[in-house]
C-alpha cells in the first residue's frame, strides 16, 4: 500500500491518494516538458543535460532512455533495481560477495570486489559514484534518471564503456511545496519518503528531503541456520540551498 500527501502554493488543494503496488508500467521517455502555447497541438518538447547542457532530447545524437520523478514515484522506485527493471538493456545482479554487478548492452564486469570499478558509468547531479557498491544507497526525490546507452568517455570519462546513468535530484525553487509519501508491505516492510522547499530569504531558497525504507522481518529463512535473510535499513537525507543575488547569478550547494 502507497499512502502519497502532497501540497504546495500552486494549488489550493491538498489531495491524498491511495494505490496498490505492483502494477506492470510501459516503458517510455518521461523528462521534463516544455510547455507551448494554448491552442499549438505539436508534441511538447523533452529537455534533458545528457551531454552537460540543456538541450532537446531529439537533438540529443545518443541513445537515451528518461524516467521522470513521477513515473519513479507510481512505480516506487527506490534504487538502482527499480531503475534496471524499467530500462531495457540494463540489468543487476548480486555476486557472492554483495556488491552489484550491472551490464548495459551486454557490457559489464563481472567482480566481486567492492573496490572494482564497473564500465557503467552512474552520477548523481554529474557526480561520479565510481564503484557499484556506492549505488545501493536509496533513490529519493528525483527530478529525472537519465540512462545513455552506449560509450560515453568523451563527455564523461573512462567507465562508461557500455553507458552510464545520470541521476538529477529535485533542486530548491520559489515556490512553496512539499510532500510525504508512506509505504508498507509484507515481511514488517514500511518506509517514509517526503521533501520541503521553499524561499528562506528573497534571494535564497532552500529543499530538504529525506527517505526511509525498514523490512524488520527478511524474506527468506535458511533451513540449515534457522536466520532470516532480506532485512533492509536504509535512511538518506539531502538538503539543497539555491542563492540568487541578482539576474544571471545562480549558486547551487547541496549535500546527500
Not at 66 to 91: F, K, N, S, W
Not at 92 to 110: E, H, K, V
Not at 162 to 175: D, E, H, Q, T
Amino acid at each position: 500500500m502507497l499512502i502519497r500527501l502532497m501540497a504546495g502554493s500552486r494549488k489550493s488543494t491538498t489531495f491524498l491518494s491511495l494505490g496498490l503496488l505492483g502494477c506492470i508500467m510501459p516503458q517510455g521517455a518521461w523528462a521534463t516538458e516544455v510547455e507551448r502555447p494554448a491552442g499549438d497541438r505539436g508534441v511538447s518538447e523533452i529537455l534533458v543535460t545528457a551531454q552537460r547542457r540543456q538541450e532537446v532530447a531529439g537533438n540529443v545524437p545518443v541513445t537515451i532512455q528518461i524516467l521522470d520523478g513521477e513515473r519513479l514515484a507510481v512505480a516506487h522506485v527506490t534504487d538502482m533495481t527499480g531503475v534496471a527493471a524499467l530500462v531495457p538493456g540494463l540489468t543487476m545482479a548480486r555476486s557472492l560477495r554483495g556488491p552489484p554487478i550491472f551490464t548495459l548492452r551486454g557490457i559489464g564486469f563481472n567482480s566481486q570486489n567492492m573496490s572494482a570499478t564497473s564500465p557503467v558509468g552512474f552520477y548523481l547531479d554529474e557526480v561520479a559514484l565510481p564503484y557499484p557498491v556506492m549505488t545501493d544507497g536509496a533513490l529519493f526525490d528525483l527530478e529525472r534518471i537519465e540512462v545513455l546507452k552506449g560509450p560515453q568517455g568523451i563527455l564523461f570519462g573512462r567507465n562508461t564503456t557500455g553507458g552510464l546513468v545520470n541521476s538529477i535530484a529535485r533542486k530548491p525553487g520559489r515556490a512553496t511545496e512539499g510532500y510525504l509519501t508512506l509505504s508498507g508491505g509484507g515481511y514488517e516492510s514500511y518506509g517514509a519518503q517526503g521533501a520541503l522547499a521553499g524561499p528562506l530569504t528573497s534571494t535564497l531558497a532552500a529543499r530538504l528531503a529525506f527517505s526511509i525504507e525498514r523490512a524488520d522481518k527478511g524474506w527468506q529463512t535458511s533451513i540449515s541456520r534457522g536466520d532470516r535473510l532480506g532485512r533492509r535499513n536504509k535512511a538518506a537525507a539531502r538538503i539543497g540551498l539555491l542563492w540568487e543575488p541578482e539576474d544571471g547569478t545562480r549558486l547551487l550547494l547541496t549535500g546527500t
